[in-house]
């Protein structure tokens, strides 16, 4: 019987691949098989490495994703180098923390374009390459807690997360008849540069920690599972959720 977590053939194009979690879920579909395009504005030297080593086909694209008008270059360059893209992972994020009350519209607008807005249109951008090519692919939309908690002193991250559980939902009522399963992991508490403020405040790393059953925080690479169930035929009837990778943060 085939492998059905096999993604051999397959093209999985990752933005924010130069570290964290963007570069996990890179080396994790290369793992199971896929070329990958990463797209993001630092050189992913190490992430190349690693999907070389595993005998995939990797080609970096340079963009400033606070800049939405970039997607259909950013598509193109992925089709010229690697062939017809049939995943697409919206990793790439950032986050501004303020009080409310105090909040910039700059802080604001630079954490709902890269996140939000720019996601919306290169996953827009994707599912006009795939249906213009008559196939199929798979969105994977990386979410968060605050996807589906307030949290506190984020206001944009917050939105920006909450937006892109809804446009999970949208896009999977719009284009699952198309063949196109858009789905988003919500990671819960992962050590990479994103969380490095809360790691290194005492008192909030052990109130994290008490509150994670698993008792520790992720690990980058305990994202892939879930990566490769969406983007594989194993997940294929699965459209519109929002996968939990927490720790069972959210079971409390
Ligand atoms: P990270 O280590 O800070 O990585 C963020 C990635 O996004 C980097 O590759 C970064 O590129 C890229 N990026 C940010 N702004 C960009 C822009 N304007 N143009 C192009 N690329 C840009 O954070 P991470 O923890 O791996 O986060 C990855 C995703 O997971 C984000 O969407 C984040 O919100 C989400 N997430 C993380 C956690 C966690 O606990 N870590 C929890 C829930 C959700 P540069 O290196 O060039 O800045």
Known sequence: MQNPFDLSGKVALVTGANTGLGQALAVGLA???????????????????????????????????????????????????????????????????NDALDFTEDEWDTVMNVNLKTAFFLSQAFARHV??????????????????????????????KSGIAGLTKLLANEWASKRINVNAIAPGYFATNNTTALRADEKRNAEILGRIPAGRWGQPSDLSGAAVFLASEAGAYVHGAVIPVDGGWLAR
Do not use: W
């Open 131 to 160: 249906t213009g090519a008559d196939k199929g692919g798979s969105i994977i939309n990386i979410a968060s807690m605050l996807s589906f908690q307030g949290g506190i002193r984020v206001a944009s991250y917050t939105a920006s």
């Open 31 to 97: 793992a199971a098989g896929a070329d990958i395009a990463a797209v993001g504005r630092s050189t992913p030297d190490e992430t190349k490495a690693e999907v070389k080593a595993l005998g995939r086909k990797f080609h970096f694209i340079k963009a400033d994703l606070g800049d939405a008008s970039v997607v259909g270059d950013v598509m193109d360059a992925a089709v010229q180098n690697l062939g017809t893209v049939d995943i697409l992972v919206n990793n790439a994020g950032t986050i501004k923390r």
